[in-house]
């Protein structure tokens, strides 16, 4: 029987997530989620993924985030970098970008062989209204039954993460 462990919210979710080890955020904004990635998890390379299209949300990021030493930024499309990274790079990853189907299961396919085996998938917005986010539950599911990833975890927050462990 498969047995999903429920955290309250995403930041009781990362306290799972090894500590100095190597993640990535697709998607990251303003930054508010590494922040909280960066302090819960305490990585010891995290690379933050964005195509930043507003330059000055890109300056605000690079301003607070580029000076941790343990930051990477790309801006840059998921898709584009991910060819920079060699195969099981990642400890864990953090899904977060472009919310439609076609992306998120693009994203989690492209990925998944950069994370390493028994690795981390995490990814936010685990839901299924809103004009933007009708993807994430079929994308995730799939790949799941796929055989790619187990589920693992959710949380039970207006805006649920989940949790997958990469096979
Ligand atoms: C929902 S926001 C991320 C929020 C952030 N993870 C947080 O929780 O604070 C989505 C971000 O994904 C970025 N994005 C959208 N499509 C992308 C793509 N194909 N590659 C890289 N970034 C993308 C957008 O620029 C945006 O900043």
């Given amino acids: 029987m498969v047995k999903i ?9 990362y306290t799972i997530i090894p500590k100095g080890a190597i993640g990535a955020e697709l998607g990251v904004q303003r930054g508010r989620n590494a922040r909280a990635l960066l302090e819960i998890a305490k990585p010891k390379e995290l690379h933050l993924i964005d195509i930043w299209a507003r330059n000055r949300m890109f300056k605000a990021v690079q301003e607070v985030l580029g000076k941790y030493r343990q930051v990477i930024m790309h801006r840059a499309a998921t898709l584009e970098v991910v060819v920079d990274f060699d195969d099981e790079y990642f400890d864990w990853i953090y ?8 992306s998120v299961n693009r994203d989690l396919r492209l990925y998944h062989p950069k994370v390493k085996k028994n690795g981390l998938v995490l990814g936010h917005d685990f839901f299924n209204h809103g004009r933007d986010h009708m993807g994430v539950i079929k994308a ?15 949380t039970s927050e207006r805006w649920p993460s989940y949790g997958l462990r990469r096979l």
């Fill in 5 to 13: 462990r429920v955290f309250p919210d995403r930041e009781s979710l």
């Fill in 95 to 102: 899904v977060d970008a472009d919310h439609a189907y076609k």
């Fill in 140 to 154: 995730v599911l799939e790949c799941v039954a796929d055989g790619l990833y187990e589920f693992m975890y959710l």
